[in-house]
Nanobody, 121 residues
């Protein structure tokens, strides 16, 4: 059974850092693009970042570019999202999702349960 589990969320002060993990089980990440998405209360879900499996290309939303870094460790079947210089507007539930085929462009069919990130003083 294909499963994604996020971890690493929590409460952090503005300008702080967190590293989110997305661990896969039941399948290997080698052939999947992995995206990070977030949804804040009262707002629509938005894409944050994605890493392809074909060539390791990475993509970022403008709002996080230069602050967030996505990476993958296929040996650990895990994708990470390093979040630095966090702002209160980064507060949201963060989800990872998998898209088979390697490209970041398409419909993500498998989703994790989400992890809460709260940026507040």
């Amino acid at each position: 059974q294909l499963q994604l589990v996020e971890s690493g969320g929590g409460l952090v002060q503005p300008a702080g850092s967190l590293r989110l993990s997305c661990a896969a089980s039941g399948f290997t990440l080698d052939y999947y693009a992995i995206g990070w998405f977030r949804q804040a209360p009262g707002k629509e879900r938005e894409g944050v970042s994605c890493i392809s499996s074909s060539d390791g290309s990475t993509y970022y939303a403008d709002s996080v570019k230069g602050r967030f870094t996505i990476s993958r460790d296929n040996a650990k079947n895990t994708v990470y999202l390093q979040m630095n210089s966090l702002k209160p507007e980064d507060t949201a539930v963060y989800y990872c999702a998998a898209l088979i085929g390697g490209s970041c462009f398409g419909d993500f069919g498998s989703w994790g349960q989400g992890t809460q990130v709260t940026v507040s003083s």
